[in-house]
């Protein structure tokens, strides 16, 4: 909303900048924070931006955690859909269908594996954090989208994930993909933010998110120790 109203300010944007260059003790190692800003709009993720950006990651980074405003809580998206359900970016511009993603056999689902429950176990703050397993699906042999509260059936297609059937989902989706595609067992997903719109509403947002990355982080170096043949943690 910055061409109506310029003093407003998406909490996503703002942990982007915050966590940038970020380094903080993990065990015997330090872990390094690296962000990207995407922009709101259907061409550039249909021309591979997102793909660009994060592709190479898969291989190098421990944790490729994607950031969006959302409702008035943290959403830790479990399931994330191919459907594009019609919302105007920031071109004004609508898409409807099937994301074009490049590639053979984009599934209709693809799942965070980030450790959800150990998020909301180890981070504190005032607003509520939910692991969101709802989806909207067509089930298989039939046409009417149904809700599911606890994700999607066998053979389903996708209308919403956990995310909706917006940008934010769309690039949950296409991360996680990645991930899939890479063969990768990363931690990767998506998480909403609570939805503030001025720079002094984001102090607690922004401490949880920071709170966030690090139980991820001390997650991936437990993982990679249990690795066979590890013998230090990355």
């Known amino acids: 909303h910055l061409d109506t109203d310029p003093a407003c300010s998406n909490p996503s944007g703002a ?34 931006i997102v793909e660009e950006a994060l592709a190479d990651q898969y291989g190098v980074a421990d944790a490729v955690i994607t950031l969006s405003r959302g409702r008035d809580r943290f959403d830790l998206e479990v399931w994330n859909g191919v459907w594009r359900g019609g919302g105007e970016d920031n071109l004004g511009v609508s898409r409807t ?52 509260p606890g994700g999607p059936t066998e053979g389903s297609a996708a209308r919403k994930g956990g995310g909706g059937d917006y940008l ?29 719109e001025r720079p002094e509403e984001h102090t607690d947002t922004l401490a949880r998110t920071r709170a966030l990355v690090a139980v991820v982080a001390a997650e991936a170096r437990v993982a990679s120790a249990a690795e066979p043949g590890s013998e230090d943690p990355r």
């Open 97 to 148: 269908g099937r994301a074009p993603v490049a590639g053979p056999g984009a599934p209709e689902w693809t799942r965070t594996s980030l450790p959800v429950e150990r998020i909301v176990a180890d981070t504190t703050g005032p607003d509520v954090m939910v692991v969101n397993t709802e989806v909207t699906e067509v089930p298989e042999g039939g046409d009417t989208p149904v809700t599911r």
């Open 15 to 48: 942990a982007a900048l915050d966590l940038h260059g970020w380094t903080f003790p993990v065990g015997e190692r330090t872990a390094v924070v690296r962000s990207a800003v995407f922009p709101v709009r259907w061409g550039d993720f249909d021309a591979g």
């Open 168 to 196: 934010s989902n769309e690039i949950a989706y296409r991360n996680t993909l990645l991930r899939d595609r890479a063969g990768s067992v990363v931690a990767a997903g998506h998480v909403h933010l609570p939805r503030t």
